[in-house]
C-alpha cells in the first residue's frame, strides 16, 4: 500500500519512487509485475499524472522498473542484477578487508563513508 504524507516536506513524487523502489527491493512487487498506469495511480493516490509519471520515471533511470510502450509499466529483472553484483561486490570486499586485516567495525566505517559520498555525488540525490 502506498502512502502519501501532503504534510510532509518530502515531495509526493518522491515519496511515491521511495516507497515503489522499496516494495521491488523487498520482493513485495515482484519482477515482471505490472505497476498501474500513471493515470490509474494518480487518481487513486489524488496526486497530478506528472507527479506519477516523474516517480516512474525515475525507477526506471534507476533500472527498476521498465517502460513496455502501450503495455505499461512493469517491474524490471534489471533490478535483481543489480542486487546480485552488488552481493558479488560485497563479498569481493569482505575477501579484501580480510586479507589486509581492517577488522568488521572499520570495514564499516569504510563502507558508510564510501555510500555517504556516493550519495552526496550522485545525480539523482
Known sequence: MIVIDSTSPVPPFEQLRAQLARQIQDHTLAA????PTIRRLAADLGLAVNTVGRAY???????????????????????????????????EYAAVIAGVGIDTDEAIRIVQAALTNSTATSPSS
Not at 64 to 75: D, I, K, M, N, P
Request: proline share 0%; no cysteine; net charge positive.
Open 57 to 91: 520515471r525515475e525507477l526506471e533511470v534507476a533500472g527498476l522498473v521498465e517502460a513496455r510502450g502501450a503495455a505499461g509499466s512493469f517491474v524490471s529483472a534489471a533490478g535483481e542484477e543489480g542486487r546480485e553484483r552488488a552481493r558479488r561486490a560485497a563479498a
Open 32 to 35: 515482471g509485475t505490472r505497476l
